[in-house]
């Protein structure tokens, strides 16, 4: 694979501590999902942040390979947490995703395109579910 971008965080005191980026361009304290009525943000704040904006990416340069005159695109993404029937912890991951100026087949077919062009959706496939929402505004 060749290599575009690698980007490095460093996080101290796990959930309840403190990630930056190694380049001290960003940093955040965190809380853990059950610790929510603190000041700071957990992972999976985080990733849905990460995974919006990705797919989102994704969305667009999917619709200019395929010629699809999309107008407006936004994406959202809600990221939940939970413990499998083995123990293990888990996401769950829902894509909303709002285009414009393409019919709804077309939309359809867009999203499940760019699903397969996403890194955040390639790293994911398999090992999370994630469900795929689109409207046509």
């Known amino acids: ?12 005191g796990g959930r309840s501590g403190h990630t930056d980026l190694d380049d ?12 929510m009525d603190k000041e700071g943000v957990n992972p999976e704040q985080l990733f849905a942040m990460g995974y919006a904006a990705c797919f989102d990416s ?3 340069l999917t619709a200019q390979q395929m010629k699809l005159p999309i107008t ?3 994406t959202s993404t809600q990221v939940g947490i939970g413990m ?3 123990g293990s912890y888990n996401l769950d991951i829902d894509l909303y995703i709002e285009v414009s100026g393409i019919d709804e087949a077309q939309a ?3 999203i499940e395109a760019a699903h397969q062009v996403c890194p955040y959706s390639n790293a994911t496939r398999g090992n999370v579910d994630a469900r795929l929402h689109v409207t046509v505004v």
């Open 1 to 12: 694979m060749k290599i575009f971008y690698k980007t490095r965080a460093t996080a101290t």
């Open 24 to 35: 001290g361009s960003l940093g955040f304290d965190l809380v853990s999902f059950q610790e």
């Open 58 to 60: 994704a969305l667009n």
């Open 72 to 74: 407006a695109s936004k």
């Open 84 to 86: 499998k029937a083995d």
């Open 108 to 110: 359809q077919t867009l």
